[in-house]
């Protein structure tokens, strides 16, 4: 069973950044799609970023367009949110999981991670 591990999170003044990481308990990175997602409460989970196996194509929400960027250290066996110009909206839980079919943004992912918070003040 694989398990995913996030952390990064935080408490961060808007218009800053942060780095999440996302670290697999066994396999690799390289070998599947991944993706990030994240629930402010009282809302629904929603589809923040997504990198397919090949590293080649990635997919971003509108909201977090240009702003965030989703990468990965095949060495480091890592996956990352880069979030630059953080906003009070971007505050949340944000999760990683692995890609299993279908489209970035609307596909079926699996082996959810714990969560690692996100605070965005003004």
């Known amino acids: 069973q694989v398990q995913l591990g996030e952390s990064g999170g935080g408490l961060v003044q808007a218009g800053g950044s942060l780095r999440l990481s996302c670290v697999p308990s066994?396999?690799?990175?390289?070998?599947?799609?991944m993706g990030w997602f994240r629930q402010a409460p009282g809302k629904a989970r929603e589809f923040v970023a997504g990198?397919?196996?090949?590293?080649?194509?990635?997919s971003y929400a509108d909201s977090v367009k240009g702003r965030f960027t989703i990468s990965r250290d095949g060495a480091k066996n890592t996956v990352y949110l880069q979030m630059n110009s953080l906003k009070l909206e971007d505050s949340a839980v944000y999760y990683c999981?692995?890609?299993?079919?279908?489209?970035?943004?609307?596909?079926?992912?699996?082996?959810w991670g714990q969560g690692t918070q996100v605070i965005v003040s003004s």
């Open positions: 999981a692995v890609h299993r079919g279908g489209s970035l943004r609307y596909g079926r992912y699996d082996y």
């Open positions: 066994v396999g690799t990175v390289s070998s599947v799609g």
């Open positions: 990198i397919v196996e090949s590293g080649e194509v990635t």
